[in-house]
């Protein structure tokens, strides 16, 4: 069955205080890992998608990595206006989007 | 990125009542939308995938006679909720796929926030 797992579920850090997002999956047939960022209230806002291991995206103060088994959101030097919930989704063979729970991540100045 | 827009944003009706949800790329085809719910505090559930010019595909749990969707055009799928009771109160979201391939890159609308009184 296709899982997709985040953890933590909630991460509190200081502004500047950096670190890192995981999500582990287990999937037949990956067509894709894809994060978004969503607010509360709002619907999930694209971040990246990451296709085979060892790619890597970065945006601003995100940067996104994939092996076979995992994804990790690195944080660096996070700002209050990161805070938001972290999704992450698989698209398996069939092409459905399969999310993790997602991790509330709060940025305090 | 590309746009997806979502009509109404909330919308309150009384318990017995249909309402339509509406779903528009605003800026590209999409052949395939999703649509989600999702609860407080929790992750998307697919509810279900629309394939425009065809019938859309459940799943498993989904009452396909309570949420009716149609996928008429490639930019607009609607969502429609019958008979709505209290606990189909709860936050819908789409999404739209670029591309035709199964790996394009997955655009989500704002939401709906449907309370059913």
Redesign the interface.
């Known amino acids: 069955e296709d899982q997709v797992t985040q953890s933590p579920e909630a991460l509190r850090l200081q502004e500047g205080e950096s670190s890192s997002l995981n999500c582990s999956y287990t999937v037949s047939g990956l067509?894709?890992l894809?994060w978004?960022r969503q607010d509360p209230?709002?619907?999930?806002?694209?971040l990246f998608?990451l296709?085979s291991a060892g790619e890597e995206k970065e945006k601003e103060r995100l940067k996104a990595t994939l092996t076979k088994k995992e994804s990790f959101l690195h944080i660096t030097a996070p700002k209050p206006e990161d805070s938001a919930t972290y999704?992450c989704a698989v698209?398996n063979?069939?092409?459905?989007?399969?999310?993790?729970?997602?991790t509330e991540l709060s940025v305090k100045p | 990125?590309a746009v997806?827009s979502?009509h109404p944003s909330w919308v309150i009706c009384k318990s017995g009542t249909s309402v339509k949800i509406e779903c528009r790329s605003l800026d590209f085809q999409a052949t395939?939308m999703?649509w989600y719910r999702q609860f407080p505090k929790?992750?998307?559930m697919?509810m279900a995938?629309s394939n425009e010019g065809s019938k859309a595909t459940y799943e498993q749990g989904v009452e396909k006679d309570k949420f009716l969707i149609n996928h008429a055009s490639l930019t607009l799928s609607t969502l429609t909720v019958t008979s709505a009771h209290p606990e189909d109160s709860s936050?819908y979201?789409c999404?739209a796929?670029f591309g035709t391939s199964?790996?394009g890159?997955?655009?989500?609308?704002?939401?709906s926030?449907l309370t059913v009184l």
Request: aromatic share 20%; charged share 15%.
């Open positions: 067509r894709g894809f978004y209230g709002k619907g999930p806002e694209f998608t296709y999704l698209n063979q069939g092409g459905k989007l399969i999310f993790g729970q997602g | 990125g997806v979502q395939t999703f929790q992750s998307l697919l995938t936050f979201i999404s796929r199964y790996t890159e997955l655009f989500f609308g704002e939401g926030r």
